[in-house]
């Protein structure tokens, strides 16, 4: 984190935020977190959920969007390297499995001339 | 002329995204109803999309976070899908009917079959969209599309009483029913405040990697844009006003205004009007897909830009290409572009309040904009213009319904 001690209101400043990668590659959203119980002291940020089953907590629409997708891919809290309009994350999203959608479609659309 | 390329966007944004099939429609119907009586709407228009566009270009400069970044992050998943499933409805409305548009202008221009120019004209917009990189198309759409200034010359050429113009200006209502003037008056104000161009104004701005110094270009490029779009508007109208009101013609077609500028100015007339409107109406075909494609990544979170390569964001790429193809399936079935027109522009204003309120609250947020975030006019007429969107958002389908679309 570039500036401990700054005021992170997770709803309104983590959650649905850009997930960018090492390389600077969008690689989804923040959509939902796991936060663990600290005896004694306030809950902790332990993952960021990415993607699929991850809607099914964000309401009706989110539940029908999940039930459609697959599974969401957890991104543990120490892989981020910093939190500001967008998430960076240390890693480049490949090897967290993250954006492997364009991945897909990449093979695709590279077939194309011109692409 | 480093200055005058620079506002490109603005261009675009006003020639396809201000004067679109929509703008033509409707502004030449109410010059033909109504004579100069709605003139004073284009205004009202025309100032809620520059201060909404002002904003979210600012928002965009300065975080760098496009409209569908806001929305996601201020409205949360649910009402953000439900956002983004009303604008992916509305963006592939009006994509089909500038398709069609495109396919009129061109059988007006070559007398070919109409469904065969459908086919004809989607692949060469796709392939163009495919080659040429952003502010080629910017600049390709913008400026060719300037032909439709033919318009302001036919007007002044026609000799309006500009005493009956000048008071067009002043709000109010005259002659004829209330209720088909209340449809005009939310029909334009949709035509003029369609959400595709602010979500292709803030993508286009995050693509050209605007910053803290094009702040002043940002503000430039949304007065003179859109008030460029204002001024067309207004030609529009008062051309139907002194050539079709008098004669009792009702514009049902989208080539009618191009024969009011043949009626005024002849064969080069025509032509021009033609010219400009295929551009204007292409550029909002290329406009209303990739928004379709920006709001979708955005909201999921994809590589997105027409910056890349397709290759580099090809779920982007895919989409805007699929967003075509639909377009194309809709207008092949012979539905009339201009009824569908109508319909788009109406169901548009339905999704604006859900646009313009996460733009409105993210440029009021210091978090995300510091010390750029909204004075107290952007901030007075934003609150203004968003309860009035909430008005006629309300108002639009139960208008369209007892009006019978405008034919009272």
């Keep these: 984190m570039s500036s401990p001690g700054r005021e992170l209101d997770l709803g309104l400043g983590l959650l649905d935020h850009q997930l960018v990668d090492r390389d600077g590659r969008n690689c989804g959203k923040v959509d939902d977190l796991e936060l663990t119980a600290v005896p004694g002291g306030e809950p902790e940020v332990a993952s960021i959920l990415v993607g699929g089953a991850a809607w099914r907590g964000r309401g009706m629409l989110g539940r029908l969007a999940a039930a459609l997708s697959g599974s969401a891919v957890r991104i543990p809290w120490s892989e981020v390297e910093d939190v500001s309009s967008v998430v960076t994350l240390k890693q480049p999203a490949q090897q967290l499995r ?7 479609a990449a093979r695709l659309v590279r077939r194309l001339p011109g692409s | ?8 966007l603005g261009i675009l944004s006003a020639i396809g995204g201000f004067v679109d099939i929509g703008d033509l429609v409707f502004n030449t119907q109410a010059g033909a109803t109504f004579g100069f009586q709605l003139l004073w709407v284009v205004v009202v228009g025309v100032v809620g999309i520059i201060v909404y566009s002002e904003m979210c270009g600012r928002v965009a400069a300065i975080s760098k976070r496009p409209v569908f970044d806001l929305v996601r992050e201020r409205a949360g998943f649910g009402a953000g899908l439900g956002t983004l499933i009303a604008s992916e409805v509305v963006n592939l409305m009006t994509c089909a009917a500038e398709v069609g548009g495109v396919a009129i202008v061109l059988q ?10 459908i086919g004809l004209g989607v692949v060469g917009i796709v392939v163009v969209s495919w080659v040429l990189p952003f502010e080629w198309l910017e600049r390709l759409f913008g400026y060719v599309g300037l032909c439709l200034l033919v318009f302001a010359v036919a007007a002044v050429k026609v000799g309006p009483s500009w005493g009956q113009v000048a008071h067009g200006f002043v709000p109010g209502m005259h002659t004829g029913s209330h209720l088909v003037f209340l449809y005009f ?4 104000l949709g035509a003029a405040l369609t959400p595709y161009e602010v979500y292709f104004y803030s993508s286009g701005a995050v693509e050209d990697a605007w910053g803290r110094e094009d702040l002043r270009i940002n503000k430039i490029t949304s007065v003179i844009g859109y008030g460029l779009g204002a001024f067309l508007s207004f030609s529009l109208m008062i051309l139907a006003a002194v050539l079709f009101l008098p004669r009792g013609i009702n514009p049902q077609f989208l080539g009618t205004p191009a024969l009011g500028a043949q009626d005024a100015l002849g064969k080069i007339g025509l032509l ?16 209303t897909s990739f928004s379709g494609a920006y709001n979708l990544a955005q909201f999921f979170g994809w590589q997105w830009g027409k910056r890349e390569r397709p290759g580099g964001a090809p779920r982007f790429a895919l989409t805007w290409i699929v967003i075509f193809a639909l377009a194309l399936a809709i207008v092949m079935t012979g539905y009339d572009p201009v009824k569908l027109t109508e319909y788009s522009v109406i169901f548009s204003v339905v999704a604006l309040p859900l646009t313009f309120l996460p733009i409105l609250l ?13 004075g107290r006019a952007s901030n007075v007429l934003g609150v203004l ?3 009035l969107i909430l008005a006629i958002s309300i108002s639009a389908i139960p208008l369209l319904l007892l009006t019978n679309g405008g034919q009272g």
């Design chain 2, 1 to 8: 002329m480093k200055q005058f390329l620079q506002i490109a």
């Design chain 2, 108 to 117: 007006l221009l070559s007398g070919l079959p109409y469904r065969f120019l």
């Design chain 1, 98 to 104: 993250l954006g492997r959608g364009d991945d897909r």
């Design chain 2, 272 to 287: 021009l009007a033609l010219v400009g409107i295929l551009f204007a109406v292409g550029g909002a075909a290329i406009e």
């Design chain 2, 185 to 188: 008056v939310v029909g334009l």
């Design chain 2, 385 to 387: 213009y968003f309860v």
């Design chain 2, 362 to 374: 993210v440029a009021n947020d210091p978090a995300y904009m510091g010390d750029s975030r909204n």
